[in-house]
């Protein structure tokens, strides 16, 4: 069964550095996105992608953070300067359309400790 | 905006035991979605069940349906017959019916253990 991949595992980084974590979703989908969860917080909207575009972005996704499908496979969010705060599990999810009914794929997450 | 809330952190059920798992949302919208979500240990999260908000009946699948009280704005889910691998983390979500680039929005989550 297909099922939305993502690289790494766990991401340590020093504060101010830069950070690219990918994602590959499901091959057929056509909508991306990003979600974090803090440790002991609810999971958030990052943002929405199709069509080479953003469709939508949530207030935590400011100019720090970038979304990017570079290629046909990969999806990418980059993260330009990362603060202590930015430490969170990043799940990449994906969809065949935009709608409301279609259901959306998630990745297995990649945890990002900012030191 | 929406808010999602699920007042269980944790609950417990013996294995072939039904349980219930609570969660209300609060939206100015007619239209939307209500998802659960189970996320197992060390995967990924995965949708167990969904219900349109225009729809009167509550959705089932299989062992999982659903007690849908719009007026109320609850949205609590019933798992029969539980199993060992039941034994997740339970998320309650919505969604705004829109046409592009839905978001979910998510609640606190549910850690449900399933004892043999």
């Known amino acids: 069964e297909p099922e939305v991949t993502q690289t790494p595992s766990h991401q340590v980084t020093q504060m101010g550095q830069e950070v690219i974590l990918r994602c590959v979703p499901i091959?057929?989908?056509?909508?991306f996105y990003w979600y974090r969860q803090i440790l002991g917080q609810k999971v958030e909207f990052l943002v929405s992608?199709?069509?080479?575009?953003?469709?939508?972005k949530s207030e935590i996704f400011d100019d720090q953070f970038s979304v990017e499908r570079p290629d046909g496979s990969n999806f990418t969010l980059k993260i330009r300067s990362t603060k202590l705060e930015d430490s969170a599990m990043y799940f990449c999810?994906?969809?065949?359309?935009?709608?409301?009914?279609?259901?959306?794929?998630f990745g297995p997450g990649t945890r990002l400790t900012v030191l | 905006a929406q808010t999602v809330t699920q007042s269980q952190p944790e609950m417990s059920v013996q294995e072939a035991e039904t349980v219930t798992l609570s969660c209300t949302y609060d939206?100015?919208?007619?239209?939307?979605?209500l998802f659960w979500y189970k996320q197992p240990p060390s995967r990924q999260m995965i949708l167990v069940i969904r219900?349109?908000?225009?729809?009167?009946q509550n959705a089932t699948e299989n062992r999982f349906s659903v007690n849908f009280q719009k007026a109320a704005k609850s949205f609590s889910l019933k798992i029969s017959d539980s199993q060992l691998g039941d034994t997740a983390m339970y998320f309650c979500?919505?969604?705004?019916?829109?046409?592009?680039?839905?978001?979910?929005?998510f609640g606190e989550g549910t850690q449900l253990t399933v004892n043999p």
């Open positions: 999810a994906s969809s065949l359309t935009g709608v409301a009914y279609n259901e959306q794929f």
């Open positions: 091959s057929n989908h056509l909508y």
């Open positions: 992608f199709y069509n080479n575009e953003i469709s939508e």
């Open positions: 939206t100015s919208e007619s239209n939307y979605y």
């Open positions: 219900q349109e908000a225009y729809k009167q």
């Open positions: 979500a919505f969604m705004k019916s829109q046409t592009s680039g839905s978001r979910l929005t």
